[in-house]
């Protein structure tokens, strides 16, 4: 069966917690953070595996936070690729105000990406035999020059037939 790849330049720890109000200048109790793996990519990838799909999340990730990224995907049992990044993996903070029913999204940043890690992980694509589909999702941290996904799209057809 051909392996569906997902590509993730900027994934992220997506930290979740819940507040009975929102209010400004307070101090404020949250609920127990809830810690997912989040990024585009990542979130197909993630959504792909539980519907039994073959697939590979491929993506950037450093720091501590790279490393609970990897173990939180692990737990889930998505197949990875990760290139190992210097500087840490960014965490986006969800917060929902009981109060109003109004959820609040905070995305921070990415990290800075060498030339050589954002090629490093397009070379590891090269290597994926059997690949069916690739997708690539999400935002670019600072370093990845947009015109990545025209590289993405030259290993696509070399690689395969079908480009999402």
């Not at 793996?37 to 595996?49: C, D, H, L």
């Not at 990875?80 to 840490?88: D, G």
């Not at 969800?94 to 397009?122: A, H």
């Amino acid at each position: 069966m051909n392996k569906i790849v997902t590509v993730t330049f900027n994934p992220a720890i997506d930290k979740s917690t819940t507040v009975p109000e929102l209010i400004p200048e307070k101090k404020l109790s949250c609920t127990e953070p809830v810690y997912q793996p989040g990024g585009g990519g990542i979130n197909v990838a993630r959504a792909a595996s539980r519907l039994g799909g073959d697939v590979v999340a491929v993506y950037l990730a450093g720091g501590y936070t790279g490393d609970s990224l990897n173990k939180l995907l692990e737990k889930e049992m998505v197949e990875r690729i990760v290139t190992h990044t210097s500087a840490a993996t960014r965490e986006n903070i969800v917060v929902f105000d009981v109060k109003s029913g109004l959820q609040y999204r905070f995305g921070m940043p990415g990290p800075r990406i060498s030339t050589s890690e954002w090629k490093q992980c397009l070379t590891s694509i090269t290597a994926i035999p059997e690949i069916g589909y690739i997708v690539a999702s999400g935002s670019l941290p600072s370093g990845i020059p947009v015109t990545v996904f025209d590289d993405l799209a030259e290993i696509a057809n070399k690689k395969m037939q079908n480009w999402l």
